[in-house]
């Protein structure tokens, strides 16, 4: 089949390459050039595990080629996908302009009997908006679907080529049909629904996760109030099979790309539904609140940032990306710079610009370093923030400063409290009393 992905970031270069490498002809389509340029080379404009070398083989393959033409990119394609990005708009709700742009753009260039996919996270309704776009500048018949992605960044790749579901929402046996065959090789379950089942799945699974991740930092916050230790609770609990022993990460709150904006989103789309007092309003709220309270806590424990050294571990929202999106770094070291301190980041990936992390030009008293020794040598406060394994396995206690007290902020609970204590260090974990 010849199909065509409509957006270049991080689902739509993934999902071209995994496409390809099913043999089929893909066209990867961006308004950027700059990005389409370097694709065309082979370069990632993003760091991502293992998409280097999968994109590389299928343009070597001749099945993946890049353009930032629309007729070239529509006029052959069986399958269009638009991957492009649904940003909040500032009252929440998700930004579909770049969705209704793509759709007009590819709408004159449409082959007959084309079926455009929505990949990109979208509320139910979007198809209806989308035709509407299409509908006036269209020649031939075409299809709508809706098939939402549910990749991970840092494993973008093992996700597409191993999900535990395909989700397509249409509204025709035929179109079902063909976009099964699309996603055949991949093996994995097929659940065909509604296309607005489709795209409130989306939301249902990524709103879930941010819940589950809100719930274990209620409990934390709870434990800090009697002795508990967050760590324990999450033992005990695990062996409950409904609830599970995976993906409890109490900490600063959920970042990156997807959750804040998508829990937004359906919090907005629940007040416009006049669903205003739901659950998903609620864990906005409380993940929006979470940092200025946990930086209280932090401040209230140092004594302040004046004057301190600090040492910031984790630049990207996560490990395995160099993502800055919603990053607990662009909210973080402009305030305690702010504040009087001086930092010195380090991230084994990231390298964001003083912009990125919200930080004037001119600002002296950041600086990124290469190793975690360097940013740690002279710290007042070692500040742990992401678990990167190069992070995580790092042997602290080896490193610690007698020389001066030393706090290590443990903002996710990756490290043995007593390890770091019996080194000398003043450990701050989350939900954790020392
Ligand atoms: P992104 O911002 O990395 O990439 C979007 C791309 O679309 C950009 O390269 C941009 O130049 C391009 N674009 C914008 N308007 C265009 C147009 N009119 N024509 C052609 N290209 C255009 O976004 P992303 O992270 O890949 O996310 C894309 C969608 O997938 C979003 O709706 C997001 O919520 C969803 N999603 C993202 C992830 C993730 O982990 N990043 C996971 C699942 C779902």
């Known amino acids: 089949m010849n199909v065509t992905v409509i957006g270049t970031g991080f ?23 700059r990005k389409i340029e370097l694709l065309k080379q082979s370069i990632v404009p993003f760091y991502e595990p293992n998409l280097t070398e999968l ?4 343009q070597k393959n001749g099945c993946l080629s890049f353009t930032t033409d629309y007729q070239q990119a529509i006029q052959d394609a069986d399958i269009v996908i638009i991957a492009v990005g649904t940003p909040s708009a500032p009252d929440g709700q998700a930004d579909l302009k770049y969705v209704l742009m793509s759709a007009e753009s590819l709408a004159p260039f449409l082959k007959p009997d084309a079926i455009v996919v929505v990949k990109s996270t979208v509320p139910p309704g979007t198809l209806a908006k989308v035709r509407a776009a299409i509908d006036p500048l269209v020649k031939n018949s075409y299809h709508l679907a809706s098939v939402p992605e549910f990749l991970r960044e840092g494993s973008a790749v093992h996700d597409t080529l191993h999900p535990n579901r395909v989700v397509i929402g249409a509204s025709s046996e035929q179109v079902y049909e063909k976009l099964e065959l699309l996603h055949k090789p991949l093996q994995a ?24 991740i809100t719930f274990i930092n209620q409990i934390a916050d709870l434990c800090e109030k009697n002795g508990a230790d967050v760590e324990d609770v999450i033992q005990a609990i695990g062996f409950d099979e409904r609830v599970g022993s995976h993906y409890w990460y109490p900490g600063l709150g959920y970042g990156g790309s997807c959750f804040p904006k998508d829990v937004k989103e359906l919090a907005a789309y629940s007040r416009a539904v006049g669903e205003s ?21 932090f401040t209230t424990e140092i004594g302040g940032w004046q004057d301190k050294k600090v040492a910031f571990l984790g630049l990207s929202f996560k490990p395995n990306t160099d993502d800055m999106r919603e990053a607990p770094s662009t909210k973080i070291i402009n305030r305690m710079i702010a504040a009087g301190a001086s930092v010195l980041g380090y991230d084994p990936m990231a390298k964001p610009t003083l912009a990125q992390l919200n930080l004037a030009e001119s600002e002296q008293r950041y ?15 070692i500040f742990s923030v992401v678990e990167w394994p190069q992070i995580v396995s790092f042997e602290f206690a080896a490193i610690r400063n007698q020389a001066k007290q030393q706090w ?15 080194a000398g260090y003043s450990y701050i974990g989350i939900g954790r009393t020392r």
């Open 11 to 33: 689902v739509g270069v993934v999902s071209a390459a995994v496409y390809a490498s099913f043999g089929h002809q893909v066209i990867g389509l961006d308004v950027d050039q």
């Open 55 to 58: 994109l590389a083989e299928q």
């Open 189 to 212: 379950p097929v659940v065909r629904v509604k296309p607005e089942s489709a795209q409130m799945a989306k939301y249902a699974a990524n709103a879930y996760l941010a819940t589950r």
């Open 277 to 297: 007092g739901n659950l998903f309003v609620k864990v906005d709220e409380l993940n929006t609140a979470r940092l200025d309270r946990l930086m209280e806590k």
């Open 367 to 381: 600086r990124q370093v290469e190793t975690i020794s360097e940013a740690c040598h002279e710290a007042d406060v």
């Open 408 to 422: 290590f902020i443990d903002a996710r609970n990756q490290f043995e409290p007593q390890t770091l204590i019996k």
